[in-house]
């Protein structure tokens, strides 16, 4: 009955993120799996979920572009969310 609504609500773009914080959690996953992966074996590129072999110990991303966009964006969140837990503990 409400046709229009939904067709409406196909119009959201792409580039909002209603669940940020999930987001976050699910690339910092993705990353500590990446980390912890064995070279040869297929790891996923916590930026763009990406399957991916990994090539050396250090490879962790499908290419340097979503490394620096990895550590730009996650980085300072974490930084901060890390001082507020110092600064509280007992
Ligand atoms: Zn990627």
Sequence with gaps: MDA???????AISEWEMPDLEAN????????YRAKMAKVGTV???PWCGKRLIKRTYQHKFCSTTHKDRYHNTINPEK?????????RRR
Excluded: L, P, V
């Design 4 to 10: 229009d609504e939904m067709s409406e609500g196909e």
């Design 24 to 31: 976050y959690a699910q690339k910092e996953r993705d990353y």
């Design 43 to 45: 790891i996923i590129c």
């Design 79 to 87: 930084q901060a969310r890390a001082r507020c837990f110092n600064s």
